[in-house]
């Protein structure tokens, strides 16, 4: 459902996207609808409508899942190339890790100096209690069809983890982290190429700053991560003069309330009362799961 943020009486529209908190192929509500499918429905709608001549994606997120910041990168970088519609990246206050992922294909990038960018990498976290499992004496008893069944068991000694596990372990993590670099890659070079030579192009020793560490919006700016330091106003500006148009009226999407699909819960629940939250909880982090996402997050 369109719904118009700023009219300025012009035949002409922006889209306005928000992408923020975790990014996660989890559903966020009863329906199993996900960010993923929220998004890609977002960009369908945009390349149908010729009186889009843009769209806007604010981003203010520190990462999330390995795949689902994929698929949001693909969806975008497929939605330029087939309607030739730019997409402009507004980054808020943190746009770390997969927050950059999904920047990263979008042929502008405005950032704030302060914003928070970059933690280039991939990150798999979780814990071993295998030692407090043996102070208080319990003893677990595994039976396995092969010998890697239980990599990243939480209950295996550590001095069981063999130097093949490690391998395969980093081998899935080094796969991941050059799929980012070449999204970087990729997506910064396409921008060069539709921006006619406007905007930052990487730095020659980039690949430093691809370690993992955070960077501030200038700091990104300076190695060609992003494209303009500004605002929200300064992004609206920008896709108005890469769509070409003088002005546009500011829409967004949202998903239509079906009161009917809550009273459902009344006929599959015992309880008296049903509560309504019509909020949004961040998906948990998993163990075992890949994720790009600064490591202070993990915790």
């Known amino acids: 459902m369109e719904v118009v943020v700023e009219d300025n009486g012009s035949r002409n529209k922006i889209a306005v996207m928000n992408l923020q908190g975790v990014i996660s192929g989890q559903a966020f509500d009863s329906s199993g609808y996900s960010i993923v499918e929220y998004l ?17 994606m604010k981003v203010d997120s520190p990462g999330g899942e390995v795949l689902a910041s994929d698929e949001i990168s693909r969806v975008i970088a497929e939605f330029q190339k087939k309607s030739g519609k730019p997409v402009i990246s507004s980054m808020g206050s943190l746009a770390a890790s997969g927050g950059y992922y999904v920047s990263a294909p979008c042929q502008w990038i405005v950032a704030n100096e302060l914003t928070m960018t970059g933690s280039i990498g991939v990150i798999m976290s979780g814990y071993n ?13 595994v039976f396995k069809s092969g010998k890697m069944k239980d990599m990243l ?3 295996k000694p550590l001095d069981a983890i063999t130097d093949e596990e490690r391998a395969i372990i980093q081998g899935i993590i080094t796969a991941s982290y050059d799929r980012f670099k070449e999204v970087v890659v990729e997506g910064r070079n396409f921008a060069a190429d539709a921006n006619n030579g406007a905007g ?7 690949v430093n700053f691809a370690d993992g560490r955070i960077l501030t919006g200038k700091e990104a700016y300076d190695i060609g991560f992003v494209d303009e330091l500004g605002n929200f106003d300064t992004a609206v500006r920008r896709a108005k003069k890469l769509a070409g148009i003088q002005s546009a009226n500011l829409v967004a999407f949202q998903q239509p309330f079906k009161f009917g699909s ?3 819960l009344l006929g599959e629940s015992e309880a008296k009362s049903v509560k309504i939250d019509l909020g949004l909880d961040l998906p948990k982090l998993q163990a075992g799961r890949l994720y790009f996402l600064p490591p202070h997050l993990l915790q």
């Open 40 to 56: 890609k429905d977002q960009f369908s709608v945009c390349e149908d409508d010729d009186a889009i001549k843009a769209v806007i």
């Open 153 to 155: 068991s939480p209950s």
């Open 262 to 264: 809550l009273l459902r």
């Open 129 to 141: 209690w295998r030692g407090l499992m043996d102070k208080v004496g319990i003893q677990p008893l």
């Open 200 to 206: 930052r192009v990487l730095a020659d020793n980039w």
